[in-house]
C-alpha cells in the first residue's frame, strides 16, 4: 500500500454538528455505554469548488490503541518490521491517571476497530511529530467519517492546532464550542481537571 497524492475540493463546514446513532451523548454513562457500537456520524462536510487543496492519502488498519489520541497501524513504510504510529493532527486527548483519559481510548477504539481507514496529509501540514509518529487525519471510506473531528465533538479531546496544521482548524474550534456548550466529555464536572489545591477535598474515617 504505497501514498498517492490527490487533488481535492476543500471543504467546508455545513450548519449543524455531527452526532453518533440516534442522538448525543450526555453522560459518562451515556459514553461507556456507546462503546463498540458501529459510529453513523452525519456529514460535516461540503465540497466548494474555490479551493483545491493536495493531500497524501494511505489506506490503513489498527493492529493498537496507544490512547485517545495515537494508535499503531499495519503499515511497515520502512520494511524494517516497525510499524508506523499514527497520531491524530489537530487533536489532544488526556494522559493516564488523568480524568477521561480511559473513556477517551475506549471511544477511540470502538471509532477505529475493524475499520479500513484512510491516513491523510495536507501538502504542507507537518508530516512527523517530535517522537517520530506520523500526524495525520483519519478519515473512513468518506469525508464525513472524520474520526480526529468525532473525538472533538464528543468532548474527549480539545481542538490542538500544530503549526502547520490548518486545514480543519475551523471545524475543530467549532466542534470544541458546541461540546463545551452542551458540557460533554471533558466540559462537564466529571471532567475537570484540578490543581492539588483545587482538589475536591474528600473525608475519610480514621482507621483504630
Known amino acids: 500500500m504505497g501514498n498517492k497524492l490527490i487533488s481535492i475540493a476543500l ?36 465540497s466548494t469548488q474555490d479551493n483545491i487543496v493536495e493531500y497524501e492519502e494511505r489506506r490503513f488498519r489498527v493492529t493498537k490503541i496507544i490512547d485517545g489520541d495515537t494508535v499503531v497501524t499495519d503499515y511497515d513504510s520502512d520494511g524494517d518490521g516497525k510499524y ?19 473513556e477517551a481510548k475506549q471511544r477511540l477504539t470502538s471509532l477505529v476497530n475493524g475499520h479500513e481507514l484512510r491516513a491523510v496529509r495536507y501538502v504542507g501540514e507537518e508530516n512527523y511529530d517530535k517522537y517520530g509518529r506520523e500526524l495525520r487525519h483519519i478519515f473512513g471510506e468518506t469525508d464525513d467519517y472524520h474520526i480526529n473531528l468525532q473525538m472533538v465533538e464528543e468532548g474527549l479531546a480539545k481542538a490542538y492546532p500544530f503549526v502547520h496544521g490548518k486545514i480543519h482548524e475551523e471545524q475543530f ?7 463545551k456548550e452542551a458540557r460533554l466529555g471533558i466540559w462537564s464536572d466529571e471532567g475537570k481537571m484540578y490543581s492539588k489545591s483545587k482538589q475536591p477535598k474528600h473525608h475519610y474515617r480514621r482507621r483504630r
Not at 16 to 35: E, Q, Y
Not at 84 to 102: A, V
Not at 173 to 179: K, L, S, T
Open 11 to 46: 471543504v467546508g463546514l455545513l450548519a449543524g454538528a455531527p452526532s453518533l446513532n440516534s442522538g448525543i451523548i450526555t453522560s459518562i454513562d451515556d459514553l461507556l455505554n456507546s462503546v463498540g457500537q458501529v459510529p453513523i456520524v452525519t456529514s460535516a462536510y461540503q
Open 84 to 102: 508506523e504510529h499514527i497520531r491524530l493532527l489537530g487533536i489532544n486527548t488526556r494522559e493516564r491517571g488523568q480524568p477521561l483519559y480511559r
Open 173 to 179: 474550534e467549532e466542534a470544541q464550542n458546541r461540546a
